[in-house]
T-cell receptor
Framework: DAMVIQNPRYQVTQFGKPVTLSCSQT?????MYWYQQKSSQAPKLLFH???????NEADTPDNFQSRRPNTSFCFLDIRSPGLGDAAMYLC??????????????FGAGTRLSVL | GQNIDQPTEMTATEGAIVQINCTYQ??????LFWYQQHAGEAPTFLSY??LDGLEEKGRFSSFLSRSKGYSYLLLKELQMKDSASYLC??????????WGAGTKLIIKP
């Protein structure tokens, strides 16, 4: 089945130790998104790629970086995780970015804990 | 500014009907989405409205009034598996999806 896959499901890291979360998709969608979601809050968009074009949200900290080496894969790098970065990280894809009916398909998420 | 309001939590009884409201003020409007999110899982798409009126899909219906900045999600014949959070999302003028904080729906037997 075509899908969005995130690895790992659970990630534990230490304060200040770099961590990378990965996302892959078999939907062949142009757009990939990274969201941060804390408990009982709305998902917060960190950045998205429209094909290879990177779009950073204005309030995304510099501590968060992303790479998209090809259509299928996208990575979220947290250079120096702080306690406030503990959250669920959701990857999503959509077929097009500038279309009104732009359904986003989500991966199962990676829950990050920072010790 | 952009603002989306949903009730934080609602409780309903198995077999009953529940309506989850969403009001919004956003910079532009290119459609409203409802997603379902079970605890610890990814959101999944439920419905999309861009024109005023009611869209029905099985036990779930979604209504939109653009002039009032208002939508609701109606769930009929509630089942225990409907216990989840329901997220309202607005696609703004830049085709960005702005999310509400979600409504946690608790179904009791």
């Amino acid at each position: 089945d075509a899908m969005v896959i995130q690895n790992p499901r659970y990630q534990v890291t230490q304060f200040g130790k770099p961590v990378t979360l990965s996302c892959s998709q078999t939907l062949n969608h142009n757009v990939m998104y990274w969201y941060q979601q804390k408990s009982s809050q709305a998902p917060k968009l960190l950045f998205h790629y429209y094909d290879k074009d990177f779009n950073n949200e204005a309030d995304t900290p510099d501590n968060f970086q992303s790479r998209r080496p090809n259509t299928s894969f996208c990575f979220l790098d947290i250079r120096s995780p702080g306690l406030g970065d503990a959250a669920m990280y959701l990857c999503a894809t959509s077929e097009e970015g500038d279309s009104a009916k732009n359904i986003q398909y989500f991966g199962a998420g990676t829950r990050l804990s920072v010790l | 500014g952009q603002n989306i309001d949903q009730p934080t939590e609602m409780t309903a009884t198995e077999g009953a009907i529940v309506q989850i409201n969403c009001t919004y003020q956003t910079s532009g409007f290119n459609g409203l989405f409802w997603y379902q999110q079970h605890a610890g899982e990814a959101p999944t798409f439920l419905s999309y409205n861009v024109l005023d009126g009611l869209e029905e899909k099985g036990r779930f219906s979604s209504f939109l009034s653009r002039s009032k900045g208002y939508s609701y999600l109606l769930l009929k014949e509630l089942q225990m598996k409907d216990s989840a959070s329901y997220l309202c999302g607005i696609m703004d003028s830049n085709y960005q999806l702005i999310w509400g904080a979600g409504t946690k729906l608790i179904i009791k037997p």
